[in-house]
């Protein structure tokens, strides 16, 4: 096989495996009931007229399943934080103590699940749409190949079609597992 069909493979390669990555980071924020430090990954802190993430403020902690802790490395930023919470628009109410944010994670009710799951399952469908689109850019790139036979073309088309079918049913296990996580009470 000669090194252009090589470096097209290859690059294909790394485009699906940073749908995965994309995928599974999105799944990160997907909230399946237990408490994570990670829900919080997308709030943003006033600290000192700049926009900060909260982890770049504060320690973010889950002591058990229902509840997470904030604690600011300066007390001054309480209400800082406990605002940039609220804006964030998580759902959640955070409680200030005076020396520490706490966070009550409620239960999931059946709906919020069910909307969860579809939430999942319309990040692998973009997870599968990335797939196809890096297969569909592999394709005319081999096409455009002038030195490769026909035979090597082809060879090279179903190269391309095998690694889209691994990483779409790689996408379909990693769904599988967070709607059995979302869905589990």
């Known amino acids: 096989m000669n090194d252009e069909i090589q470096f097209i493979l290859d690059s294909t390669k790394e485009s699906m495996d940073a749908a995965i990555k994309h995928l599974e980071k999105q799944f990160v924020n997907i909230r ?3 408490a994570s430090p990670a829900m919080l990954g997308s709030v943003m802190v006033n600290y000192y007229g700049s926009q900060t993430p909260l982890n770049q ?3 973010v902690n889950t002591p058990d399943g229902r509840t997470i802790t904030v604690q600011p490395w300066e007390k001054g930023m309480l209400q800082e934080i406990e605002k940039g919470i609220q804006i964030a628009n998580l759902g959640f109410n955070p ?3 005076g020396d520490t944010i706490i966070i009550n994670v409620p239960p999931l009710t059946e709906e919020r699940r069910r909307d969860l799951a579809k939430q999942a399952k319309a990040e692998a469908e973009d997870a599968k749409i990335g797939i196809r689109s890096a297969r569909k850019d592999a394709n005319n790139e081999i ?8 035979d090597v073309q082809k060879n090279a088309e179903i190269d391309v079609q095998q690694m889209t079918d691994k990483y779409v ?12 996580e979302i869905m589990t009470v």
Do not use: T
């Open 32 to 34: 399946a009931g237990k």
């Open 169 to 180: 049913s790689k996408v379909d296990q990693i769904l599988e597992v967070k709607e059995k």
């Open 57 to 59: 403020v504060a320690n």
């Open 143 to 150: 096409k455009k190949l002038d030195d490769a036979s026909e």
């Open 95 to 97: 409680m200030n103590n």
